[in-house]
């Protein structure tokens, strides 16, 4: 088993992938992330599977859409029986841990891994559930409000660089355990980070970095709401925006903000990755998020939507057999599973067709890819499924309650100008329209959520009468095996715990 190589996965989340075009744009001071850049495929036009953290992450994990997994939103569960990349590792023999989050909801808060080192920082419970029988019904105590954004600025400690904080910390402590070999199996350690995730608040160290920062201001202005396109005008209305009055002011600081906390991540993950190299450890070593963020642009924050923004993720892959390159083919993160499966040498052929990613390691080659990528939403904010292609230079939308829309990215980066209606552009809109026609049945996906969410909403509300039992994950540490115990050898002791050994 020790030939299978080692895999290091550091996840963020709601990192814009706009601003990962060929990895860190130059403006961001990222200089850790920039080196890895330099040594990694790049996927310049990557996807999530689904704009939201929950749906987002057990696509990346699983390799499946939501409309498979079933995790249509940040309170569905997400079932045992479903093989994740932890799965698929841990049967061939791998020690799989994870420092951090992945937002599991349900009873089974491991999900392949073995090690989990943390506890969440969102809860696992159904309390999150949308409800399509309510259209526009704002659940005010965590539905998203734009108070992320009024409220940027600077602070030393905060509920999430707790978290993350603690998340690195842990990751580097068990790099250092694993660099002991006590453990002689190949390991997956998974990192997941909750920033640059709003709210948009950092430390002075990181602030300070961008006080001369030339993008404060969101690239595309903000749209009227009475221009907005019909979704969009839902979020909006599910943010509360007609609360908040915001100066362009606030925008900046929150847009400030943001991409300080891109530079404490950065911070985090070059901690991790010099304890890997002063261990003489070797791992693949792969960098994701679980979706972006709009940071202002058209008017819009957060995610939820197929925009650039929102739906666009930076990818990188460092990994023997890989030459580092930037790679413009549109790619998404449920990719990642196979293409973790394909380089640990790891077979999936007994559910890949019920996958619905591919490996990446091909096209990484030289391979040409020629399928779409697919991004599915059906949470809050949303009346009813949206589903989206992504393909070549085009970009398609559909939604049973809205009209069509295709973007040309090659000429309109902004998706400004929707062509479904431009007679020049029909044959590209019939084609796309095929390919959404034999993936997807709107009415029977749409079915399956409302189903959902009334099965869930019965659940939580009898589970929150009498005795309460939370799914939360508890971390535990067994303290009779750390540091000395007398039922340990000193001396044994001292030498295992010691790296590089001593003379």
């Not at 403006?27 to 920039?34: E, F, R, Y």
């Not at 006080?211 to 202005?221: H, Q």
């Not at 309650?401 to 980066?413: G, I, K, N, R, V």
Request: aromatic share 10%; proline share 7%; hydrophobic share 40%.
């Amino acid at each position: 088993m020790t030939e299978r190589p080692n895999i290091l996965i550091l996840m963020v989340d709601q990192l814009n992938g706009t601003l990962f075009p060929d990895g860190p744009a130059d403006w961001l001071h990222a200089p850790n992330l920039k080196a890895l850049a330099a040594r990694s495929v790049r996927f310049a036009n990557a996807y999530t599977g689904s704009p939201l953290c929950a749906p987002g992450r057990a696509s990346f994990m699983s390799g499946q859409l939501p409309s498979r997994t079933r995790v249509y939103d940040n309170a569905a569960e997400f079932a045992s029986d479903i093989p994740t990349f932890a799965h698929h590792l841990r049967r061939a023999g791998y020690a799989t841990t994870l420092s951090g989050k992945m937002h599991f909801v349900g009873p089974d808060q491991m999900h392949g891994f073995e090690e989990r080192l943390t506890t969440d920082i969102y809860p696992a419970d159904f309390g999150w559930t949308p409800d399509y029988r309510k259209p526009g019904e704002r659940i005010d105590w965590w539905y998203h409000n734009l108070g992320s954004v009024t409220g940027a600025g600077v602070a030393e400690i905060t509920n999430q660089l707790e978290y993350d904080d603690d998340v690195a910390h842990q990751a580097t402590q068990k790099l250092y355990d694993l660099s002991r070999g006590a453990d002689a199996r190949p390991w997956c350690l998974t990192v997941s980070f909750t920033h640059p995730h709003d709210p948009y608040v950092a430390r002075r160290k990181y602030w300070d970095l961008y006080e001369d920062c030339a993008r404060l201001d969101p690239a595309v202005p903000a749209i009227p709401y009475d221009d907005q396109d019909a979704h969009s005008k839902r979020l909006m209305d599910a943010c509360d925006w007609r609360a908040f009055d915001l100066t362009p002011d606030q925008v900046r600081r929150a847009r400030h903000g943001y991409f300080a906390n891109i530079s404490y991540i950065d911070d985090k993950i070059g901690e991790i990755l010099a304890v890997l190299k002063a261990t003489r450890q070797e791992a693949i070593v792969v960098f994701v998020s679980d979706h972006g963020d709009m940071l202002g642009d058209r008017g819009l924050w957060f995610k939820m939507n197929f925009f650039e923004g929102s739906a666009r993720v930076p990818l990188m892959v460092a990994a023997p057999g890989l030459t580092p390159a930037r790679i413009d083919t549109a790619v998404s993160t449920i990719d990642v599973t196979p293409t973790l499966c394909d380089l640990a040498g790891v077979s999936m052929a007994e559910v890949m067709p019920w996958t619905d990613g591919e490996s990446l390691v091909p096209l990484a080659q030289g391979t040409a890819r020629t399928t779409p990528v697919a991004i599915e939403y059906a949470a809050e904010g949303s009346w009813a499924p949206l589903v989206c292609l992504r393909q070549g230079d085009f970009k398609y939308t559909r939604c049973s309650l809205d009209p069509e829309q295709l973007f040309d990215l090659s000429t309109d980066p902004d998706e400004s100008r929707n062509l479904a209606a431009d007679p020049t552009h029909a044959v590209t809109l019939a084609a796309f329209r095929a390919q959404a026609d034999a993936r997807w049945d709107l009415a029977r996906f749409d079915a399956a959520v409302r189903e959902s969410q009334a099965r869930r909403w019965v659940v939580y509300e009898a589970l929150r009468n009498g005795a309460f039992f939370p799914w939360d994950f508890q971390p535990l540490q067994k303290a009779s095996e750390r540091y000395m115990r007398n039922h340990m050898d000193l001396n044994v002791l001292e030498e295992q715990k010691r790296f590089p050994r001593g003379e």
